[in-house]
């Protein structure tokens, strides 16, 4: 007599790092992958070209998952015997979810909601966003199933849930897998105080009681600093505040060269700035082209000296260059360089764009350059990411009967007053009886 199968859970990565998990949920010949990126090592001086297989192994930089990879990457085949269903998912755009989705076996279909699926590709035109895939061109993306939200994916006896969420990655979602005796919840990344915490509450609800939660806990990464004082949550505390904020120094300063910049996967918040921003918002070419290829969205943008002409963008939008530099009452717009050209006494708004925060050694000199100009630097960031509050008030919704903390540098923080938590190693496996 043959024993009836169980679901189990593989914890590959990003279990003691804020980014980068890498999952796997299997059931007798099903199995599917959450999610596909990379741990940010900036200390680690890596580029692009020098991310070969072996280095993203060798720094824990991705999972060492079997029958996942193209084989052209790692020189092993998939064991398709064993594994008669297969499929991965990317919960959002940001690269620590999203990089290595080229590494994934070409027949292996990938999943992502209709914003990440549209945006990535984009994203990647140049080649420089996603690590490269195996005998493909450089601004190859590979091909991505844009699901239809809150509607039933089938992987053998497996069904996958995409649902929405709220992040400061535009399109972000959640992911609600169920197994013939189990269901599983993915956050991906998640919040309360983004745009949408009625999208979050619905998610919630919807995965009340399940078997496991993987829960990101980037919010409690920091026990040694009060909330105050930590980069992560100081100051602005949600999107909605912050965008009034930007609107109010634009009031405050009608005489005075205004810039800003934000991180390019955070679309919702510059889609907003345009809207209510009483100074026209005028973007960087490279920008705005992301807009208008993704979202058919046309806006002002600009060319650098440097920079190559973008067919796809509306030539009577464009506002020159030296225009932007003269300027001190008409424009708020996206720098991205050259900021020994901005006016001394100007004012830019630095909005979770990169350099990312004091973790990257670029920081410290990038704030330097801008101050030894003169001019004021602001900087108005918005965490992406739940705080401790927050993270108990989700956990409470989902109220889940084993907890699962990863994508968090402490998770031995998070606690769960509804049954176990486990604290995953790397390649540590789950079975749920």
């Known amino acids: 007599m043959t024993s009836k199968p169980k679901t189990k859970v593989t914890f590959y ?16 010949k099903s199995h599917v992958l959450f999610d596909l990126g990379e741990v940010y090592r900036p200390e680690l001086g890596l580029k692009m070209k020098d991310e070969d297989f072996a280095t993203l ?8 998952v079997p029958d996942f990879y193209d084989p052209k990457v790692t020189g092993k085949e998939i064991d398709h015997e064993r594994w008669e269903h297969s499929a991965a998912y990317i919960s959002h755009l940001h690269l620590d979810h999203s990089k290595a989705m080229n ?21 990647n035109r140049d080649g420089e966003f996603l690590l490269p895939a195996a005998d493909k061109p450089k601004n190859y993306t590979r091909p991505i199933i844009a699901d239809k939200l809150n509607e039933p994916i089938h992987v053998g006896d497996i069904t996958l849930t995409v649902v929405p969420s709220d992040h400061d990655a535009y399109g972000a979602t959640g ?5 013939p005796d189990k269901t599983i919840v993915h956050t991906g990344d998640i919040r309360l105080h983004g745009y949408h915490p009625d999208w979050v509450r619905k998610f919630m609800a919807a995965g009340k009681g399940c078997d496991m939660l993987i829960i990101e806990g980037t919010g409690v990464s920091w026990p040694e600093r009060s909330e105050d004082d930590s980069e992560e949550f100081k100051g602005v505390k949600n999107e909605i505040e912050l965008t009034k904020r930007i609107v109010q120094y ?21 889609l907003r700035i345009i809207s209510d921003s009483p100074r026209k918002v005028v973007l960087h070419a490279k920008r705005a082209e992301l807009l208008k290829l993704a979202l058919k969205q046309d806006v002002p943008y600009y060319y650098l000296p440097e920079d190559k002409k973008i067919d796809a963008l509306d030539p009577d939008l464009e506002i020159s260059y030296q225009d932007l530099l003269k300027d001190d009452h008409q424009y708020f717009w996206q720098v991205v360089g050259h ?24 920081y410290a000199p990038f704030i330097e350059n801008i101050e030894k100009r003169g001019i004021e630097l602001i900087t108005l960031r918005c ?19 084993i907890l699962a903390p990863v994508h968090t540098l402490h998770p031995e923080l998070e606690e769960n007053p509804f049954g176990e938590r486990i604290l995953p190693k790397r390649r540590e496996v789950f079975t749920l009886s």
């Open 339 to 362: 900021y020994d050209q901005l006016q001394q006494g100007g004012l830019y708004i630095h909005s979770n764009a990169e350099p990312l925060g004091d973790f990257d050694p670029a």
């Open 175 to 179: 992911l609600i897998v169920k197994t």
């Open 250 to 270: 634009q009031k405050d300063n009608p005489k005075r060269q205004l810039t800003f910049n934000t991180y390019p996967t955070n679309v919702e918040r510059i």
């Open 13 to 28: 990565n990003g279990l003691t790092t804020i980014g980068g998990p890498m999952i796997e949920v299997a059931y007798d």
């Open 383 to 401: 965490s992406g990411h739940a705080d401790v509050a927050e993270l108990k008030e989700i956990i409470a919704g989902f109220e889940p009967k």
């Open 57 to 64: 192994l060798k720094y824990q930089l991705i999972g060492d």
């Open 103 to 123: 590494l994934l076996a070409p027949e292996i279909p990938l999943y992502a909601g209709p914003l990440t699926a549209a945006l990535l590709p984009v994203l």
